[in-house]
């Protein structure tokens, strides 16, 4: 979650919409529906289950300010501007202009609303238009978005930061190598987010 498909205002369209169930809110679509039976939790596989974070980052700067995801050394060597704050209904958001070009940029937002999470990630999963997992810098995190529009320079990651806690990476990339193989830019920007936050 117009140029582009998610603009700053528009990013719960393909990211971060808001679920109608469980108070969750998620990149892709509402989760499965509360009349399901309760059971099915506890008895979900580890397959469904997300791993821990090997250690809780601190967290305290960016339930504010997505802005403060990444250092301003770690902007310099991704080639980024300052971020532009802004705030949503997921959370503290922060777009970021790629300094060469204005027209690539990464939307970060500080998921908030879930208390639950990369594991509400999992939970909803099967609305996903493309989703795996992955890791960044160590940290469990997972590609996923309503809509698959990698080919088109929009690329989808979550990195949990906490167990509670996780941070969506939208990259949306016009021009470069990004436009053609975006993923690659979203975990770049996950892993300073990391290093920054692990400081």
């Not at 930061?161 to 996780?166: M, P």
Request: with cysteine; proline share 6%.
């Amino acid at each position: 979650m117009n140029r582009r498909l998610i603009a700053v205002p528009a990013l719960a369209f393909a990211v971060l919409a808001l679920a109608g169930c469980a108070g969750k809110t998620r990149g892709t679509a509402n989760p499965a529906p509360a009349s399901e039976s309760s059971t099915e939790t506890t008895t979900r596989s580890t397959a469904d289950t997300a791993p821990h974070v090997p250690a809780p980052l601190n967290t305290g700067s960016i339930t504010s300010d997505a802005c403060a995801t990444l250092s301003a050394s770690a902007r310099s060597d991704l080639g980024l501007g300052e971020g532009r704050p802004r705030t949503t209904g997921n959370g503290p958001s922060c777009t970021f202009q790629e300094a060469a070009d204005p027209g690539n940029q990464i939307d970060v937002t500080t998921v908030t609303a879930n208390k639950n999470g990369l594991q509400d990630v999992y939970d909803t999963k099967a609305n996903d238009a493309y989703w795996g997992e992955t890791q960044a810098a160590g940290y469990p995190g997972v590609y996923a978005a309503a809509v698959d529009d990698r080919k088109n320079g929009k690329c989808g990651l979550f990195v949990a930061v906490t167990d509670q806690l996780a941070v969506n990476v939208l990259v949306q990339y016009d021009n470069g190598a990004g436009a053609s193989d975006p993923c690659p830019v979203a975990m770049k920007f996950g892993e300073a987010m990391i290093h920054t936050l692990g400081g």
